[in-house]
């Protein structure tokens, strides 16, 4: 399974990519929000920050919701950064959302289809052509329902279709939920910072530096 960041932030981004974990980063309206900054700088910025990752997701705005408005603005979103491949567009799991999906993979352009809450939904946009698909699992957490099972069926689903949409698990909250949906066969997960360098630690990790650490300096204070 590979990572993206789920961020807008710029200095997370940096942060991140300079581990060499990172595969790609996600946008979406809120993030952009967050950050207080003009939506297609920061995704020139970001594609300038980063090089060897396969995508960075820019989403189409909440205000536009036909498929001939998502077209015209994924039309400008294409062209940034002297028309960078990587750049792919986040689609809403919408008829006209599936409808622009359709017409961007005949295009020959990145998609990810967004807000992913049932394995119909999962397969509508991988038959429109979705690059990837992004089942939020938090959020369906945070109702009380399963949301690795929902990863867990998609990647079953796709495996005995032969589709080859990739599954993006979205909308993670802590380590647990990066394991449990890399065993269920995500192929990416992406993640707010806070929680790759909680997927770094361990306690045992840091007694074991203390303890490396006071015995070197016994030895060195000689
Ligand atoms: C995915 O692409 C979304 O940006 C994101 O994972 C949503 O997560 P949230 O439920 O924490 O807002």
Request: include cysteine; glycine fraction near 6%; hydrophobic fraction near 45%.
């Amino acid at each position: 399974m590979k990572f993206f960041i789920d961020t807008a932030n710029l200095d997370q981004i940096k942060k991140a990519y300079k581990l060499g974990v990172l595969s790609g980063i996600t946008t979406n309206p809120s993030l952009v929000a967050k950050e207080g900054v003009k939506f297609e700088d920061r995704i020139e910025e970001i594609l300038q920050a980063v090089e060897d990752v396969e995508s960075v997701s820019a989403e189409v705005t909440p205000d536009v919701t036909s498929a001939e408005e998502m077209i015209e603005q994924a039309n400008e979103l294409i062209k940034i950064n002297g028309g960078d491949k990587r750049i792919t567009i986040k689609l809403p799991m919408t008829l006209a959302g599936l409808e622009a999906c359709r017409y961007l993979t005949k295009k020959g352009v990145k998609t990810n289809v967004t807000l992913i809450f049932t394995v119909n939904q999962a397969l509508l946009a991988a038959r429109a052509g979705a690059t990837y698909v992004s089942p939020f699992l938090g959020r369906l957490d945070d109702i009380s329902e399963d949301g690795v099972l929902l990863v867990e069926k998609i990647a079953e689903l796709f495996a005995i279709h032969n589709l080859d949409t990739q599954i993006i698990a979205a909308s993670v909250r802590h380590p647990d939920h990066v394991t449990r949906v890399a065993l269920a066969g995500a192929d990416i997960a992406t993640i707010p910072y806070s929680v790759i360098e909680q997927l770094s630690k361990h306690p045992l990790t840091d007694q074991g530096l203390e303890k490396f650490a006071a015995d070197w300096s016994k030895v060195t204070n000689k």
